[in-house]
């Protein structure tokens, strides 16, 4: 059952993340500003692969939230396969050794973190509740927006855009 997200106390610095990309260019959470979803999985993992189409619904309705899943101790070929047939909602990074799941404190799969301005914010170990207005209104206020992600095809959005337009 998916679980609500936490504050984390004090938020503490996240710990370096630098990671090769399975296919992309080395990722580094020092580079990224704003808000960042920092995802540890497994393939493996069946919470892991269930809770993956929730967390692609989430990263397509907060463009401004940058996504990225961190494969734990798995090789490259058997990752990619897994994403062959649906696509990945960020960029997946290679944690071969697992010291950034170590670095994180992750004690079970799987586990997200939401980093904003280098700092952890907000945690939950297992199954994430991404579809939840709660989620998603606790992440825009780490973006400083106060409110939740808006869909732009919905129609009291189409709406509002039709009225401030006039």
Known sequence: MPRPFGAVAGHPAAPPLRLEALDGPVFNLADSHGVTVV????????????????????????????????????VPARVRRFFADQPAPGPVLMDLDRAAARAFGVSLLPASFVVAEGRIA???????????????????????SGAPPRDPSSPAENDNKSQEEQ
Not at 44 to 49: A, F, Y
Not at 65 to 73: G, I, S, T, W
Not at 122 to 144: C, F, K, N, Q
């Open 39 to 74: 995802h540890f999985f497994a393939t493996w993992c069946g919470p892991c692969r269930t809770e993956l189409p929730a967390l692609g619904r989430f990263a397509a309705r907060t463009p401004q939230v940058k996504v990225v899943l961190v494969d734990v101790a798995e």
């Open 122 to 144: 907000l945690a939950v170990d297992g199954e994430a509740a991404w579809d939840s207005p709660d989620t998603a209104i606790a992440i825009a206020r780490l973006h400083g």
